[in-house]
């Protein structure tokens, strides 16, 4: 049987598990803290990020896009990756994590800011980037058309993160369509069943 570690509240780990339940994939969950990394994990893949699969024949995928489309060439009974929108990932993957992070945990990233205080020249930076997401909501229900794909699913896990750092901000912000695409994907059963409570895994026990 595959194994996948896996941290819940964590948006890569987030659109794996989705991948991994609409292609139907059997595995068995273990439910990690960063923490405190098992052993185990670490031993199958060294860089200690989630998501980690061990697939049944033993090879390894860890990297959350790669586990995606691996589930997803097994079957796509959605037609995810008739969207699938490379550059459009990679652009939230890289640069709108990248200010994300710094406005949500400013006092990682620079010395003299209290702990809990947000950065407003990231969360500008950030919202240039959601601007352009909400323009092609306007025009389209998802992100690369009329129908969901699996670009929708791997950037809306990132969009909740950003969504509640500053709640009231982000209500009355000029993204609305993004907002109720957001809350489509919160919404959905698929997103609830993939948010289940596991107890942690404990190594060897
Ligand atoms: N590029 C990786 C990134 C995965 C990643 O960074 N996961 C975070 C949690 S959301 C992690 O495991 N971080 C390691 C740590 O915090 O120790 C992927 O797409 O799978």
């Known amino acids: 049987m595959a194994i996948l570690y896996s941290f819940r509240r964590c948006p890569y780990a987030m659109r794996a598990r989705m991948a991994l339940h609409v292609s139907e994939i059997a595995y068995e969950h273990r439910e990690i803290i960063l923490r405190d990394k098992p052993a185990s994990m670490l031993k199958a893949s060294p860089k200690g990020t989630v998501p980690v699969f061990i697939k049944d024949d033993g ?5 959350s896009l790669d586990l ?17 929108n490379a550059e459009l990932i990679e652009q939230h993957d890289g640069p709108f994590k990248h200010h994300l992070d710094r406005y949500k945990y400013a006092s990682r990233y620079q010395d003299d800011v209290p702990r809990g205080a947000v950065d407003l020249n990231y969360r500008a930076q950030a919202e240039a980037i959601l601007l352009e997401l909400n323009q092609r909501l306007e025009e389209n229900s998802f992100l690369t ?17 950003f969504a509640a750092v500053e709640p009231d901000w982000w209500s009355s912000a000029p993204l609305s369509a993004l907002r109720e695409w957001l809350s489509r994907h919160l919404d959905s059963e698929l997103f609830k069943s993939v948010m289940t409570k596991y107890p942690l895994w404990v190594e060897g026990a």
Do not use: C, H, M
């Open 59 to 63: 090879k390894v995928i860890d990297e």
């Open 145 to 161: 058309g009329p129908q969901q794909s699996f670009t929708d699913i791997a950037i809306f896990p990132f969009i909740r993160q």
């Open 68 to 84: 995606a489309l691996w589930a997803l060439n097994q079957s796509d009974p959605l037609g995810w990756l008739d969207g699938y």
